[in-house]
């Protein structure tokens, strides 16, 4: 059971830090670039507005 990819081998990696791993894991990238996410979220809210109406 060391080398063996499953569920809570990927749990522990997403667990430690982007530091330990050196890898961009799910976990870090949320951490590291939270503005990517962010600035994602205004225009699919302004094209959900637009249809409420147009609709």
Same mark, same amino acid.
């Given at each position: 059971?060391?080398?063996?990819?499953?569920? /809570?081998? *990927?749990?522990?990696?997403?667990?430690?830090?982007?530091?330990?791993?050196?890898?961009?894991? &799910?976990?870090? *990238? %949320?951490? /590291?670039?939270?503005? $990517? &996410?962010?600035?994602? %979220?205004? &225009? &699919? $809210?302004?094209? %959900?507005?637009?249809? $409420?109406?147009?609709?």
């Amino acid at each position: 059971m060391h080398r063996r990819p499953t569920s /809570a081998d *990927a749990l522990a990696f997403t667990r430690l830090p982007p530091t330990a791993t050196g890898v961009a894991t &799910p976990g870090s *990238a %949320i951490d /590291a670039p939270p503005r $990517r &996410p962010a600035t994602r %979220i205004p &225009p &699919p $809210r302004s094209t %959900i507005a637009v249809r $409420r109406p147009a609709t």
